[in-house]
């Protein structure tokens, strides 16, 4: 049988367990909205929490849970955390399109509500003038792929704070 480092079996549901998807299209294709379905999103993920050892580990998914997942991870360890962000966009836009919990604003949320100490956009190729007025406002390190070579002692020196 599979076993971690630590001795842990990995079929022993405290260790590793699928609670199964919120499937957050579905409640929005219902008419919920928006500012109930993030609330729905952090409070499953609250849950999950509150069964010490369990931490969630959040995969796919739109990029607008971002914010209820972070939102709620910082509400239950009771302060602001540090995010490594890798991906092609910075999704920090104030609203995309008029839509402040667009995939493109999710991280936009996240500064706005105090949830995190820093944030890092690595890998960036798709960046516009009000990403990087966003990312100035909130104090976001941004590194775009264009300059990865100029940047990667950088980067590979970064150190995240730990809680």
Known sequence: MPQLKKGKELNDPRVLTDV??????????????????MNIVSESVKLVME??????LVLGGDHSISFPVVRAVSEKIGGPLDILHLDAHPDICHAFEGNKYSDASSFARIMEGGYVRGFCNVGL??????????????????????????????LENLRIRLK
């Open 20 to 37: 199964v998807d919120v499937p957050v299209r579905e409640i929005r294709d219902c008419g919920v909205d928006d500012d109930r379905l």
């Open 51 to 56: 069964e010490a050892p369990l931490l969630p």
């Open 125 to 154: 190729r798709s960046i516009n003038s009000e990403g990087r007025e966003q990312g100035k406002r909130f104090g976001a390190e941004q590194y775009e792929m264009r300059t990865f070579s100029r940047d990667r002692h950088i």
